[in-house]
């Protein structure tokens, strides 16, 4: 099994090695490894030995807890809870296979059992029958209702149905789960831009959320995953799936340095109540293995 970070920088430490330059390429490579990203981790690691030269740091825990600081100065968290008595629209996005699907049906979990009454899944991802199917299947055994047209119909529709379903509950919360086919980028972009008009004009005002899934296991390709959905529509907030602290995990440092895109939830195992808020601080703790 791959060591995890905070294992690397223990033994880094344990080898005795002088806090030289040497010592600073290392933990560079290391951060770099741990899917912090190149370009973030020679930043945070220059501005470290300056810190660490300037100071005279030289003690173990000194350096960790500056590291700690810098890295935490990278990492975003917000809180996303629907507007009660609004209705809220949320959208999924994500690439196929990061568990966006999944991550729907667990937020409308999260929240029918955290006081909100009225939640509709909307299957907007028509072009994969699978995903329609999985969906429903959520639904049925979550007691949510799901909203679903033909494979193949109109994203933009669904949500358009799902919205209207929900206004006649009453208020509360859409999610709609949406196809991530990026090897065909403008037609993906296209296609949420659609759904993305639709959605603004379904949500009451400020109730709208765009919200990317990723799987924290993919480091880097997380981040170009992210640059491109935030271009196409401006991200509000992210879910990272498939966390734990083992090997990889940093994704959420360069992603906040590079986007500022904040972390709202993690899910770490496939069970329904197996989400929960970011905490930016634990984050960076579990990371470092502190």
């Known amino acids: 099994m791959k060591k995890s970070f905070g294992e690397k920088l223990k033994s880094l430490f344990s080898k005795g090695s002088s806090i030289n330059e040497d010592f600073f390429d290392e933990l560079t490579d290391m951060l770099v490894e741990g899917d912090i990203g190149a370009k973030t981790a020679f930043e945070v690691v220059d501005e470290l030995e300056s810190i660490c ?31 009660a008595g609004k209705q809220n629209v949320w959208m999924m996005l994500g690439v196929n296979g990061v568990g966006k699907t999944t991550s729907a049906a667990k937020l409308a979990d999260y929240f029918k059992n955290n006081g909100v009454e009225n939640i509709v899944l909307a299957s907007a991802d028509t072009f994969r029958a699978a995903a329609i199917e999985q969906l429903a299947l959520h639904g049925q055994k979550l007691g949510v209702r799901v909203v679903s047209h033909q494979h193949g119909s109109d994203p933009s529709a669904v949500v358009f149905d799902a919205a209207d379903a929900l206004r006649a509950a009453g208020p509360g919360l859409v999610i709609a789960d949406t196809a991530g086919r990026l090897h065909n980028k403008e037609n993906l972009v296209r296609e ?27 480091g880097q390709n ?8 935030n271009e196409a529509v401006k991200i509000d907030a992210i879910i990272m ?18 986007l500022s895109l904040p ?26 293995g502190l």
């Open 53 to 83: 030269n300037k100071e005279k740091i030289r003690e173990q825990n000194e350096i960790v807890e500056k590291l700690k600081e810098l890295l935490l100065q990278d990492v975003r968290s917000v809180s996303l809870v629907p507007e």
């Open 192 to 218: 949420l831009q659609k759904i993305d008009r639709t959605c603004s004009l379904k949500a009451d005002e400020g109730c709208y959320k765009k919200i990317l899934v990723i799987d924290a296991t993919t």
């Open 241 to 258: 799936t498939k966390y734990d602290s083992t090997a990889k995990g940093g994704v959420a440092v360069s992603i906040g340095r590079e």
């Open 222 to 229: 997380a981040l170009r995953q992210a640059e491109v959905f």
């Open 263 to 288: 972390v709202a939830y993690v899910c770490t195992g496939e069970g329904y109540k197996d989400i929960g808020p970011f905490d930016a601080a634990s984050y960076i703790n579990d990371f470092l």
